[in-house]
């Protein structure tokens, strides 16, 4: 998407936080350190406040005097220092978006447009220049160091924090990272005390400035680990493993680097296996000698063959391993998994894309990482629930949209078998641009599910020589570190030239009905759809409403340079050298909050299912004809239209059976052939019943949906993605609470307010209900209900054990649940 000016948000707002009950912990506590070769500590637990971006004091003196960089570990920030007091900070648990908290600031009005529509872009949220109360965060954490730790390798590895950060070590600033999006590591051991004095990880987060034309978020909102190793390891990120399939197996190939920081030289062996699916050795590699200086690094190459390999698809997953141990004087010193998986990919101009050899149509969506209750700050269950919610709907892949994805999200990629384009957040080629390009190309070029790297997306200089040069050096860069897969970059002008001629893929953004005479002029090239359809909707709505902005859900409204979901998908579907399509998008998202980018819209209405991961009716359309081998039928609109008896309702039904039959109260009211990804479309007279839809294959009836007309709302239906968790303090449940009348039909148009309430040390840690001009706090344990439905998530605690949850509202008879906790 594009279109929007990047610009800090406008208005000003004090902050009203709430979070959930965890642990006490300060700056004096942390967990023992264990002895290992390597270990990770993932830091989860911090202390949390807000800065200022314009009040010294009030910023815990960052830049008081003038002074924060005259020397080293001396007068940086009150915050930074071991023995600050930070016991009346807000416990946090990280991954942490607190900007999802912020008060709602639309523009004075009027506002000039410009204004107006970057606001909008970020979702009124007050954070921003003019807001500088709310766009700074400071976070402590405190970290367990030994005397055994002396001599050894501290670092730490953030997967993401946005936007501009400062990291600290006990007062002394040890990092810095410009990019919202791009992991980085800092070293540490230096700056530690191995002496038994307290030492914390101090984060300066400044958001002032966003990136992005939709909502960013602010802070620590992906994973931090602590590493510890050896002086002689492996680098992070700097195990590489290509796989050659052939006929007698696949020739697996394992480029290690070791690095000795250490001030001797050291000889040694590095020692790999391969790990299988199943947990068994597949194969062996030689054992490699070394010899290496102080201070110098080697890579050692290796080769096996895996007789019978399981290949990676996304029907079956399955993950191999590379286990590395480094011996030196008889000891492991380093112990270094990677995984990865055996797999072949191509784009081809003619075929399209093949995946092991055969090809597969990418049913694709596009996506930012955004969701209702925790905003950008997704747990690691919630990744893996939003891919299972796609997956359910056919789509087997995934554009991480503008930005490099979290690690977390590709670890569930990998696993569930969801490919994934990987995108650079810049098109540009400065040293910040490919300092951050080469950070992702080298964290995620071992993962099966990464099928290209994104170059750009509707970039200004597209279509020049400039923006042929930019991507050409960022191209070379990353066929340096991975030859094996494609760059592609997501076009809406400009095909034919520009950086067209550089990418291996052209990417099409919306102009699906382009492609066709692309291909007759270029028919080696490989074309996709980047972004496709952009049917905007509000679930559960079926009557156009502008000004209580509400967009109907059939497949009939988007804006003008998009199209609905079945005039794109007609396109791709029937063209086999169209690799396919990423609809625009997969969820809503805050901001860019497209057809209206007007208070009180603070979300997107592109989504296939709305911010809380509740299908919309289009959902239904993709699903019947990207699931072909599921009988299948749905039915829109609700049955319950009180005051319109006798009146026409416009009915449709998606599906993927060779007829539908509509019935009305018990009367069949004929059958019709289903078109080819299309739908079926009737005007119905509004009688007060049961309207029903039944798929039939050959005459036999294979599939039905049913509507019936609600009575007035009686009870709370509530329901969990899982019984059974782990009590490990991170893991969530995803709750879906749905308004039903007395007979348990659902209530199309209930917004009763729900409380959900917790037991067994669980929390509510966000909830939603997917309208997109809802402002209520996100941040809370109660929600109203929008169109029959509400979304709570509970983060469990570390304590094995029952969890009971329950839901209730005024007049509804309430639910509950029990949730096991184990181990």
């Known amino acids: ?159 993401g924090v946005f936007r501009d950060c400062l990291v600290f070590v006990n007062g002394h600033i040890v990092g810095r ?106 194969a062996s590699l030689a054992d490699t000698p070394f010899a290496i200086a102080a201070g110098d690094r080697t890579m050692l190459d290796a080769r096996t063959q895996v007789a019978t390999p399981v290949l990676w698809s996304i029907e079956t997953p399955r993950l191999y391993t590379i286990e590395a141990e480094i011996v030196v004087g008889g000891r492991v010193v380093d112990r270094y998994d990677t995984r990865f998986g055996i797999r072949t990919i191509r784009f081809d101009g003619a075929r399209g894309f093949l995946l092991n050899g055969k090809p597969v149509k990418l049913l694709g969506t596009c996506n930012h990482q955004d969701h209702a209750g925790v905003g950008t700050g997704i747990p690691d269950a919630l990744h893996a629930w939003r891919v299972a919610q796609l997956k359910d709907m056919g789509s087997n892949a995934w554009r991480s949209a503008h930005n490099p994805p979290a690690s977390a999200l590709l670890d569930v990629c990998d696993e569930m078998g969801m490919m994934m384009i990987v995108e650079a957040r810049l098109n540009s080629s ?31 200089q597209q279509g020049s020589a400039k923006g042929a040069r930019v991507t050409s050096e960022m191209q070379a860069a990353v066929r340096k570190l991975d030859p094996t897969r494609p760059t592609t970059f997501a076009f809406d002008n400009s095909w034919d030239k520009g950086a067209a001629k550089v990418v291996d893929v052209v990417g099409f953004n919306y102009r699906t009905d382009k492609i066709e005479a692309f291909h007759q002029q270029f028919p080696e090239m490989p074309t996709m759809g980047t972004e496709t359809g952009s049917t905007v909707s509000t679930r559960g709505a079926y009557v156009n409403d502008a000004a209580a902005h509400v967009v109907r859900a059939y497949d009939t409204e988007h804006p003008w340079w998009a199209s609905t979901a079945e005039a794109w998908w007609s396109i791709a579907a029937t063209r086999p050298y169209i690799a396919g399509g990423f609809i625009w998008t997969g969820f809503d998202y805050r901001g860019e909050p497209t057809p209206f980018a007007q208070f009180p819209s603070i979300s997107s209405y592109f989504g296939v299912l709305d911010t809380c991961g509740f299908p919309k009716d289009n959902f239904h359309y993709y699903r019947a004809w990207w699931r072909p081998d599921l009988p299948q039928v749905h039915l829109l609109p609700h049955w319950t239209w009180p005051g319109r008896e006798g009146q026409p309702i416009e009915v449709w039904a998606h599906g993927n059976c060779d007829e539908v039959e509509l019935l009305l109260n018990g009367r ?100 939603g209900n997917g309208n997109p001009t809802s402002l209520e706090a996100d941040v809370a344990s109660q929600r109203r209900a929008f169109h029959g439905l509400a979304q709570a998530i509970v983060r469990v605690g570390s304590q094995p054990g029952p969890v009971e949850i329950s839901v209730s509202g005024e007049g509804l008879r309430s639910a509950s649940l029990r949730i096991m906790a184990v181990r």
């Open 177 to 282: 990272n410009e990019s919202g999006y791009a992991p980085f590591r800092v070293e540490i051991d230096d700056f530690l005390d191995y002496d038994g004095g307290g030492n914390v990880i101090t984060v300066r987060v400044d958001a002032t400035l966003g990136e992005g034309w939709f909502y960013e978020g602010a802070g620590i909102y992906r994973h931090v680990d602590l590493m510890r190793a050896d002086s002689v390891h492996v680098p992070q990120w700097e195990t590489v493993v290509r796989s050659d399939v052939q006929a007698d197996g696949a020739q697996v190939t394992v480029s290690t680097e070791i690095f000795n920081s250490g001030d001797a030289k050291v000889e040694g062996v590095v020692r790999q296996r391969v790990i299988g699916p199943d947990g068994r050795a597949a």
């Open 430 to 460: 400065d040293d910040e641009a490919m300092a951050q390009l080469d950070r992702i190309v080298r964290r995620d070029r071992n993962r099966p599910s990464v099928i290209a790297w994104s170059l750009g997306n509707e970039e200004p």
């Open 668 to 767: 069949s009211l004929g059958r019709k052939p289903m078109p080819r990804n299309g739908h079926l479309a009737w005007s119905v007279p509004y009688a007060p019943g049961r309207i029903e839809a039944r798929g039939l294959n050959k005459g036999r009836r294979v599939a039905s949906s049913v509507r019936e007309t609600a009575g007035v709302a009686a009870a709370v239906r509530l329901t969990a993605d899982r019984r059974v968790v782990k009590a490990d303090g991170s893991d969530v449940v995803m709750l879906r609470a749905e308004i039903v009348d007395a007979r348990g039909r659902p209530v199309p148009d209930a917004d009763t307010l729900l409380r959900f309430e917790t037991s067994g040390g669980a929390a509510v840690i966000g909830v």
């Open 1 to 159: 998407m594009s279109g929007l000016t990047r610009r800090s948000v406008l208005g000003q707002s004090a902050l009203a936080l709430t979070v959930a009950a965890t642990p006490a912990f300060s700056a004096t506590t942390a967990m023992p350190v264990v002895a290992a070769p390597r270990r990770r500590e993932r830091l989860e637990e911090w202390r949390f406040h807000l800065g200022h971006a314009a009040d010294v004091d009030r910023d815990f003196g960052f830049g008081r005097n003038q002074r924060t960089y005259a020397k080293a570990g001396a007068g940086t920030a009150d915050a930074a220092i071991p023995g600050f007091d930070d016991s009346a900070w807000q416990q946090v648990r990280v991954p942490h978006d607190w900007a999802v908290a912020l008060p709602f600031a639309p523009p004075a009005t009027p506002a000039p447009k410009e204004i107006e529509d970057a606001v909008a872009a970020h979702g009124f949220k007050a954070i921003g220049r003019d807001h500088p109360a709310n766009s700074i965060g400071w976070y402590r954490c405190p970290i367990a160091v030994a005397a055994a730790d002396r001599g050894r390798r501290l670092w730490l590895e953030f997967d």
